[in-house]
């Protein structure tokens, strides 16, 4: 744990490092381009524990086994501060940019969705006390949340597209410096996510275990 | 298919006994009409692309007031164990329980809708009719598969009154942004191709999630 995390402030400093004196400023847009580097990998690892909390929810209603619904719980917790972050970074390159701190386009539309979806599923979480019932209902809610996803993102798309096209059919529309500085910079938000997942998920196990524990003693007294 | 005829046949006969629901629904689907009417500015004439959003808006938080009902009704003396110990599969009670809430949107639209065209001095034209109830049933399709899963999650919660809004409403957005998109395009008068593709949205809607929550059920009522 203690390597990831020193492994992890390193790639942080790396990337800081190519982003801003290594890359050249872009032509158009000036430093305000800057924040891309962290909007894009923001928006991946986001993504991504939407993903994992799917996959967690459908493991967990086929096993039944806790694990898989503390980790689906946790991936979506990562999940939704990350989508406030997605947000943040987004209107903040926007408003200079687009001029306009929000435009319903379709990827900002999908990011401002998932985030309601899954601030549904934490407000879900906090109301139910019984533990299996609480895993089944939040694994309902993960998955019927991403399967929302793509309708979603193509509803949205009925309606005109400004969002700038970085990855388009396997090649990315960027300089080869930029690619590397994004590219570090996904790295290391990778590696942060894996320290949150891990230390939320520690926190989790042990809560559950407190809770049985106490459970127990209160049936021995 | 006798078990689904049954349950539709008691929750029916228990609504008309005591009209809890459809008043309600009724009532407040009025009163947002009325409300939203005022709120935008009386006498004014409303364009089509607002009105049919408002229409939808009504539609919706009308619907979910009696969605709410439809389990809620059976926690009450814990009817629900009772139907979970008769020998009917849990697939069964999902169909009935959903056939059950698109009979009541049916029955509300019937009233809120031509109070819409009133109120908002709207029409649709006699040609347009079939696509518009076209429209109507795919909605319904959809807000009453996925509404049903959700609203046995939210009865099973704490506080269920409020929780089925909050749940259901997010998964909503792409259905009834694609269904006021259609209404909107049917009720300024352009014809079918200008809305197909919101209409193979919705279709596609229903497909998903109708698929989904019928799987999905299952895990979610023996929990309840």
Sequence with gaps: ?221 | MKNIITIIKKDLKMEFRKRESLTSMLFFGILVLVILNIAIGTGQKIAPSISGGILWVAIIFSAVLGLDRVFSNEKENRCIDGLLLSPIEPETIFIAKMTVNFIFMIIAEIILIPTFLVLYNSAVSFENLPMFIAIIMLLNLGFSSVGTLLSAISSGTSRNDIMLPILLFPILIPLIAATVKATSELLSGSGVDKYLSWLYLTMAFDFIFFGSSYLLFEHVIKEG
């Design chain 1, 1 to 221: 744990m203690k390597t990831l995390v020193s492994i992890t402030a390193a790639l942080f400093l790396a990337a800081i490092y190519l982003i801003f004196f290594y890359t050249p400023t872009e032509a158009v847009m000036g430093l305000v381009q800057k924040i891309f580097y962290f909007h894009l990998p923001l928006a991946f690892t986001s993504f991504f524990s939407f993903f994992l909390a799917f996959i967690c929810g459908i493991l967990y209603l086929v096993k039944k086994d806790a694990k898989w619904d503390l980790y689906s719980a946790c991936s979506v917790e990562i999940g939704v501060v990350l989508t406030t972050l997605v947000l943040i970074t987004g209107s903040l390159w926007a408003r200079p940019i687009w001029n306009t701190w929000w435009t319903w386009d379709p990827r900002l539309t999908t990011a401002l969705i998932l985030w309601l979806i899954y601030v549904a599923y934490l407000i879900l979480r906090m109301s139910i006390e019984q533990e299996g019932k609480r895993a089944s209902f939040c694994a309902v809610m993960a998955i019927i949340g991403f399967v929302d996803v793509p309708i979603v993102f193509f509803s949205a798309r009925l309606w005109r597209t400004i969002h700038p096209v970085v990855i388009e059919k396997g090649k990315i529309n960027l300089a080869p410096s930029m690619k590397l500085s994004l590219l570090l910079a996904m790295i290391a938000f990778f590696a942060l996510w894996a320290i949150l997942f891990r230390i939320r998920s520690q926190t989790l196990f042990l809560n559950a275990r407190i809770k049985k524990l106490n459970n127990k003693l209160l049936e021995e007294a």
